[in-house]
């Protein structure tokens, strides 16, 4: 069960938290509120160094009892935990509710949730380089490791990693393959050239990744094993809901989508990347029909429309729902486009899309004037922020958890229904 389920979605706001108070007269690094919105940390410094403290529900504040030369990184669980990097004396660790992890480290960084609850991270020791999950470092360590990702259960990980140390010079080795795909600590049995962008099945169960065979060879490897044919250049790869491999690709007549080792979009591209599945099966990317021209094909087919700037990762709705979503850019102005028809109302900056569930709007965050608002269905609601972090949906869909910095600077929180977005849609903005 999620842990929004738990959370108070009875609409209204909250009594503002004000970072003055938080601060306490200290400088304030950096600060985030929690997932449920009901508190506010930050990372303070004053002349006895770094500190985490945590305000609210209310005026109350919580410290952590130590105090560090460096912090930063501050994150959330869903459940309410704040962990932090801490570093002292040149080592690093990480603290959880106050309390650090067994072991210090040379270095560490990227600090990311597992969907499991459990806090992973890279770390570099005196033996070389790795990731610990819950303060457990890798048994095996690596001379260099890169790009990782966690398993959609949170029970597993997979890095990049050079597996055999060698002189920076030495460039016959490096072109032999010292590269590879670390599962849970043990590298495939295969070496690559390079290896980018690792990713997991669904279930958890097989990895797969952009792998380089030669200088001009590329293609994907999956649990090892590479596609048989390689092409001139590619991106990285995902699995479907079904199970196969599916990854950007440059053939001899441009680019296109590859599905198991071949071509699977009849049409061909000047660019093709960032790829999502739908869980109908439905593949969507982001594409240039033509150079300085971006748009989104869904299996194969673009939009009609297409921008000079950018076109972001396509959103499927849920269900039956059938819509495709995707942040769009031209002339310097960003808005969004659903199924290929663009918003009216365009910004400085945006975040998002979202699709709601049950056929619900789509919502984003975009920034006009120096501000940010909600807008949804092409409409700014919800009034005007100095700063709006993730919305999250209620589990019913039909409530929206809204947390930001209002133009005073201080911090709200707001539980939303449709029907008050609906309201202040028809209010003047």
């Given at each position: 069960m999620s842990a929004t389920t738990s959370w108070d979605w009875q609409p209204g706001e909250s009594t503002p938290l004000q970072l003055a108070v938080l601060s306490g007269g200290a400088e304030i690094i950096e600060f985030a509120p929690s997932p449920d919105g009901l508190r506010l940390a930050a990372v303070v410094a004053d002349d006895d160094g770094m500190r985490?403290?945590?305000?609210?529900?209310?005026?109350?504040?919580?410290?952590?009892?130590?105090?560090?030369?460096?912090?930063r990184q501050l994150k959330w669980s869903d459940s309410g935990s704040l962990a932090a990097i801490i570093g002292q004396d040149y080592t690093w660790t990480v603290v959880v509710d106050g309390e650090a992890?067994?072991?210090?480290?040379e270095f560490l960084w990227d600090l990311r949730h597992a969907a499991?609850?459990?806090?992973?991270?890279?770390?570099?020791?005196?033996?070389?380089?790795?990731?610990?999950t819950a303060g457990e470092p890798w048994s095996r360590p690596y001379p260099m490791v890169r790009e990782w990702c966690l398993s959609p259960q949170g029970a597993r990980a997979a890095c990049t990693v050079q597996v055999e140390a060698k002189k920076e010079a030495d460039t016959a080795a490096f072109a032999s393959g010292l590269w590879s795909l670390a599962v849970d600590g043990e590298p495939w049995s295969r070496q690559f050239v390079n290896v980018w962008e690792p990713c997991f099945s669904l279930d958890g169960q097989r990895t797969a990744a952009l792998v380089r065979l030669s200088r001009t060879e590329h293609t994907v490897a999956v649990d090892g094993e590479p596609w048989p044919q390689?092409?001139?250049?590619?991106w990285g790869p995902i699995f479907t809901p079904g199970?196969?491999?599916?990854?950007?690709?440059?053939?001899?007549t441009g680019w296109t989508l590859g599905r198991d080792g071949k071509p699977d979009w009849s049409g061909r591209f000047t660019q093709v990347w960032r790829q999502v599945a739908a869980a109908d099966g439905r593949v969507a990317a982001v594409v240039a029909p033509e150079f300085g021209n971006w748009t989104v094909a869904v299996d194969g087919k673009p939009w009609s429309s297409s921008?000079?700037?950018?076109?972001?990762?396509?959103?499927?709705?849920?269900?039956?729902?059938?819509?495709?979503?995707?942040?769009?850019k031209s002339g310097g102005r960003w808005s969004v486009a659903v199924?290929?028809?663009?918003?009216?109302?365009?910004?400085?900056?945006?975040?998002?899309p979202l699709i709601l569930p049950n056929g619900g709007p789509v919502l984003a965050r975009i920034e006009r004037d120096g501000c940010w608002q909600l807008a949804m269905d092409g409409?700014?609601?919800?009034?005007s922020w100095n700063k709006l972090w993730p919305i999250t949906v209620g589990p019913e869909g039909d409530r929206l958890l809204i947390r930001g910095l209002d133009r005073n600077g201080d911090y709200r929180r707001q539980i939303l229904t449709l029907a008050d977005l609906r309201q202040s849609e028809r209010s003047p903005a």
């Open positions: 985490v403290r945590i305000l609210g529900p209310g005026d109350e504040v919580v410290e952590w009892p130590e105090t560090w030369e460096r912090v992890w067994p072991d210090t480290y499991d609850g459990r806090l992973v991270a890279s770390i570099k020791t005196d033996d070389g380089y790795g990731l610990a390689a092409f001139g250049c590619a199970g196969s491999v599916v990854a950007p690709i440059k053939t001899g921008w000079d700037e950018w076109a972001g990762t396509p959103v499927f709705a849920d269900g039956d729902d059938k819509r495709v979503a995707s942040a769009v199924d290929g028809r663009p918003w009216d109302l365009t910004g400085e900056r945006l975040l998002g409409r700014p609601v919800g009034g």
